[in-house]
């Protein structure tokens, strides 16, 4: 074994490693391609570190001093909290592949901790810009098919609180959409979300006016060339979008799922279900819209009482 764990860390386990995620966990390709940034940078690292290529036995050997000088390196190159915690995550995940595969252990390194960030609430539309936004989405392009593809998109994003990535998913076996929909979210998770009439009634619109020839399997949203429509095509929408509006730069799609979430449970929603409807895995993740709803009425207090004014 010794001899074995020697040889030098080919960038084909990172590879391997890569490939087991994308099959087990279903990985997305913007998290592929930031997993295999984030451990080819802290083996590049471990290089200049130790001053010469990384080995397995150095992996074996890792200690959470160097895993801490990693991390302070990030930062120093003003990498914020967030990244730096995904760094960890993908670096943590690669490890204990390694340490399977070799038959190691280094427990004091795969529990290791990252640094701790601060909550950063969503940032929603207020109901009064998201119905502008809906009422505005067929006036980017002049294009009939077009007006009506942007008007589904964001429909969809705001009725059924889906993730870009989800919208972008549908494809035209799906579709006429009835009262719920099959949603495959992060982790290969499917849920079941309701889909209001608007949602249906826009999909159908724009179904009717796409000049592609769609097959069962191919995506519905189209780009102006026929191709998928990709979700730098969505955040140019939003941004011509909320450049015509007057809205903040928060008015990403992702907003609208936020919007959806927020609105919900304003208007009562129950948590429970819609954490279900977000497919959020844990509550704690649905519950920051519970400390937004909290502040927003806390600013509305301030503002509103005599006291808060003076």
């Known amino acids: 074994m010794a001899r074995r764990i020697e040889k030098i860390l080919a960038i084909s386990e990172v590879e391997n490693w890569i490939g087991e995620l994308r099959n087990g966990r ?15 940078e802290f083996l590049q690292f471990q290089k200049n570190y130790n001053e010469h ?6 992996l074996e050997a890792l200690s959470p001093r160097e ?7 990030c930062q120093k190159r003003e990498i914020g909290a967030s990244s730096r915690n995904r760094k960890l995550s993908a670096i943590k995940s690669f490890l204990r592949y390694v340490y399977k595969k070799y038959d190691l252990k280094n427990d004091a390194v795969l529990m290791s901790r990252g640094p701790k960030k601060a909550q950063r609430l969503p ?30 998109l964001v429909t969809l994003l705001y009725a059924c609180g889906l993730r870009i990535s989800e919208a972008l998913s549908i494809t035209k076996s799906q579709t006429p959409l009835g009262s719920e929909l099959r949603i495959k979210g992060k982790g290969n998770k499917v ?50 979008l909320r450049n015509l509006l007057g ?14 979430a927020s609105h919900l449970l304003a208007a009562g929603g129950d948590i429970r279900a819609i954490q279900e409807l977000l497919g959020h895995s844990s509550l704690s ?5 519970t400390k937004l709803d909290e502040t927003q009425l806390i600013d509305v207090y301030r503002a509103a009482h005599p006291k808060g004014r003076s």
Do not use: C
């Not at 290529?53 to 150095?58: K, M, S, V, W």
């Not at 895993?67 to 390196?73: E, K, P, S, T, V």
């Not at 999909?203 to 769609?214: G, Q, R, S, W």
């Open 53 to 58: 290529n990384p080995t397995i036995a150095n």
């Open 247 to 260: 809205l903040p730069a928060s008015a990403t799609p992702h907003a609208m799922r936020h919007s959806f």
């Open 191 to 240: 849920r079941i979300v309701p889909v209001l009439p608007a949602a249906r009634d826009a999909v159908e619109a724009y179904l009717k006016l796409v000049p592609y020839v769609l097959e069962p399997s191919d995506v519905i949203f189209r780009g102006i060339r026929g191709g998928a429509m990709s979700s730098r095509q969505s955040a140019l929408l939003m941004e011509k």
């Open 26 to 40: 279903g990985i997305s390709e913007h998290t592929h391609i930031a997993y295999l940034t984030d451990v080819s």
């Open 67 to 73: 895993m801490r000088a990693f991390l302070a390196d």
């Open 123 to 152: 940032r929603p539309l207020s109901m009064i810009d998201a119905d502008k936004l809906l009422d505005t989405a067929n006036e980017i392009d002049k294009r009939k098919w077009v007006q009506a593809r942007d008007t589904a």
């Open 285 to 289: 993740a649905t519950q920051v819209y």
